[in-house]
């Protein structure tokens, strides 16, 4: 399985992005999907997940209402729209798959995961 992510880049407070991450080499209907980031000198984080059809979320605090998760099972591809960014938000973003059946926020549980993604919000 391997999973690609992109559309990460340089914009300025208060800018959106959307970033995508496209599965290959399993069935991306059987993942739960989940968006964690990486900021410099810091832990890995949870951002959000979304279950194996797209009917259930979950948001990290620092995120909700800014930040949209979403998936097209037709184009194994899951979604991450960013809005209001802000410089906090600066980060590489990961995208993963859990083989799990139910949302998890827990990084260590999740099988794949893909190369990450630079976002950079300056003030």
């Known amino acids: 399985v391997q999973l690609q992510a992109s559309g990460g880049g340089l914009v300025q407070a208060g800018d959106s992005l959307r970033l995508s991450c496209a599965v290959s080499?399993?069935?991306?209907?059987?993942?739960?999907m989940g968006w964690f980031r990486q900021a410099p000198g810091k832990e890995r984080e949870f951002v959000a997940t979304i279950s194996r059809l797209g009917e259930t979320t979950y948001y990290a605090d620092s995120v909700k209402g800014r930040f949209t998760i979403s998936r097209d099972n037709a184009k194994n591809t899951v979604y991450l729209e960013l809005s209001n960014l802000q410089p906090a938000d600066t980060a590489v973003y990961y995208c993963?798959?859990?083989?799990?059946?139910?949302?998890?926020?827990?990084?260590?549980?999740?099988?794949?995961w893909g190369q990450g993604t630079q976002v950079t919000v300056s003030s």
């Open positions: 993963a798959a859990d083989l799990g059946v139910i949302i998890n926020i827990w990084a260590e549980e999740y099988d794949y």
């Open positions: 080499g399993g069935d991306f209907s059987e993942f739960v």
